[in-house]
Nanobody
Framework: QLRLVESGGGSVLAGGSLRLSCAAS???????????MGWFRQAPGKEREGIAA????????YYSDSVKGRFTISRDAANNTLYLQMDNLHPEDTAMYSC???????????????????????WGQGTQVTVYS
């Protein structure tokens, strides 16, 4: 069973930075070397939003317009960990952030699909990010 654990959330002043981590266990890094992985967020009263995703095999990355140019997704295969570097944070970035992995797709996703949360089947518990002005 794949287990994902996020960390790195917290409170930060607008304009600041945070780096989120998502540690995977239960599956080896090699097993997860051809999958889509992503970061999603959900603010109170809003739908879950896909903000960053990548394919662990090709390294292709995808970003929502809301974070493009400010956030960077990356993966450390040796440590089986997914990261989200968040720079120039805005108050509207305040949300619960979760990482997710898909293990059933078996093919290529379009950029839109890669940010669609319903296509992911393993999720972490989330880490809260609060940005204050």
């Amino acid at each position: 069973q794949l287990r994902l654990v996020e960390s790195g959330g917290g409170s930060v002043l607008a304009g600041g930075s945070l780096r989120l981590s998502c540690a995977a266990s239960g599956y080896s890094s090699e097993t997860l070397s051809r999958n889509y992985m992503g970061w999603f967020r959900q603010a109170p009263g809003k739908e879950r939003e896909g903000i960053a995703a990548m394919h662990s095999g090709t390294g292709a990355t995808y970003y929502s317009d809301s974070v493009k140019g400010r956030f960077t997704i990356s993966r450390d295969a040796a440590n089986n960990t997914l990261y989200l570097q968040m720079d120039n944070l805005h108050p509207e970035d305040t949300a619960m952030y979760s990482c997710a992995v898909e293990l059933r797709w078996g093919g290529s996703m379009s950029p839109t699909q890669a940010l669609r949360h319903r296509l992911y089947n393993y999720w972490g518990q989330g880490t809260q990010v609060t940005v204050y002005s």
